[in-house]
């Protein structure tokens, strides 16, 4: 039993988990920020331009309701449109969001990941030089 506490520790307090934790708050509330931008920014327009109070309020009544001797036979059939379109656009909008987080992420992983340029080698020393001056002098002797 204590291997497994020791072992859930170390998977508890790993890297990896913890960053996992952090990128799920943000993300929640990163949803919040895209569902407020949609609801107060986006729909309102759309809701002027359909001609509804507001964008959950559109709907397609595909059949009304059957009223005989003042009960209810079959009720009314409606098409929530609006609300369908808000989620649509929710999600398009933290697709694309997040398309362009993983996009700047992995640009930002190749700049890291390439290396320098390797230097141009050195120019040889005054003391190379001249040895390699000597060196030429003496298999110019040695063939002569």
């Known amino acids: 039993m204590g291997k497994f506490i020791q072992d859930f520790k170390e998977f508890a307090v790993r890297g990896n988990v913890i960053d996992m934790a952090v990128g799920l708050i943000i993300g929640a509330a990163f949803g919040k920020i895209v569902s407020s931008l949609v609801e107060d920014v986006i729909m309102p327009p759309i809701a002027l331009l359909t001609g509804a109070g ?14 005989e001797g003042g009960e209810v036979v079959q009720p009314k059939v409606v098409m929530n449109i609006g609300g369908f379109l ?4 929710d999600f398009i909008i933290i697709a694309f969001v997040i398309f362009l987080m993983i996009k ?6 190749r700049q890291k990941v390439e290396e320098p340029a390797p230097e141009a080698p050195a120019p040889p020393s005054e003391e190379v030089k001249l040895l390699s001056d000597i060196k030429e002098l003496l298999k110019k002797q040695t063939n002569s």
């Not at 959950?56 to 009544?61: A, G, Y």
């Not at 808000?86 to 656009?89: A, F, H, L, N, P």
């Open 54 to 67: 507001n964008v959950e309020e559109i709907k397609w009544v595909l059949r009304d309701a059957i009223i």
């Open 104 to 109: 700047g992420i992995m640009k930002l992983k």
């Open 86 to 89: 808000q989620t649509v656009i």
